[in-house]
C-alpha cells in the first residue's frame, strides 16, 4: 500500500510541474528569447508539414533525410523544455555513399543536440531571409544542420524548409547555406572546407 501511494504521489507531483510550466508556441515573438523553466511548445501542430522522409534525388546522386518530433524536451543550457523537429539523412554521390546516419535515428539514447539534424525556429513571411512568394500566413522551418564525417573547426549548416506541394505532389523546398567561419591554425590546410552535400537550393518529395 505505501508503495502505492509513493506512486501516486510521484506521478501526480511529475503532473502538476508540467502543468505549471509557462507555455509558448514557438510560432509567438517571445520564442526566441528563454525563459528559464518555460515550455516552448508546438502548440499549432507547426512541425508536423515537415516530419517524415523525404528525398531528392538528381541521377545516381541521392539525398534523404528523415524527420520526427521530439516533445518537452529538457535543455539543460538554457533550463527550458521544448519541442524539436531532429532527423538524420543519407547522402550518396555519383553512387557512393557519402553520409548516412538514418539508422541512428531509432536510437532515442542520443541526445536532440547532437543529431545532425536538430532545430524549432519558426520563420514567418517576413523573417530574414524573408520569402517574398510565401502566403501572408505561411510557415517556414530553420534547422540546424551537421556532416558528422567532416569536423571543420568553425564550419557550420543551417536549412531552411518550406512546403512547396504541386499538383496534389507534397514537395519541400531545403536551402543548405553555410554558418560561421573555417577557424585556421597557424601554417595549418584544413582537409575540408565544406560539407559533403553541396551548400544550396534541394526540392524533395516523399519517398
Not at 155 to 169: A, K, Q
Not at 182 to 205: C, Q
Amino acid at each position: 500500500m505505501k508503495k502505492i501511494f509513493y506512486l501516486f504521489v510521484i506521478t501526480f507531483s511529475t503532473l502538476n510541474c508540467k502543468t505549471q510550466n509557462q507555455v509558448i508556441s514557438l510560432s509567438s515573438p517571445e520564442a526566441r528569447s528563454s525563459k528559464i523553466g518555460a515550455y516552448y511548445k508546438d502548440v499549432e501542430n507547426e512541425l508536423l508539414p515537415f516530419l517524415g522522409s523525404w528525398k531528392f534525388t538528381n541521377g545516381n546522386t541521392t539525398f534523404q533525410m528523415t524527420l520526427v518530433k521530439k516533445t518537452f524536451y529538457f535543455d539543460t543550457t538554457f533550463n527550458i523544455y521544448e519541442d524539436l523537429a531532429i532527423g538524420e539523412y543519407l547522402y550518396i554521390e555519383n553512387g557512393v555513399v557519402k553520409t548516412n546516419t538514418l539508422n541512428s535515428l531509432s536510437n532515442e539514447t542520443i541526445d536532440p543536440y547532437d543529431r545532425n539534424i536538430v532545430g524549432n525556429i519558426i520563420m514567418q513571411k517576413d523573417t530574414r531571409p524573408a520569402c517574398d512568394d510565401c502566403g501572408n500566413n505561411e510557415k517556414r522551418l530553420n534547422l540546424r544542420f551537421d556532416d558528422p564525417t567532416r569536423n571543420v573547426n568553425g564550419l557550420g549548416g543551417e536549412i531552411e524548409l518550406r512546403r512547396v506541394d504541386e499538383n496534389g505532389v507534397e514537395k519541400l523546398k531545403m536551402i543548405l547555406t553555410e554558418t560561421g567561419n573555417i577557424l585556421l591554425e597557424d601554417g595549418m590546410v584544413p582537409e575540408f572546407t565544406s560539407f559533403n552535400l553541396p551548400f544550396g537550393t534541394y526540392i524533395l518529395t516523399r519517398p
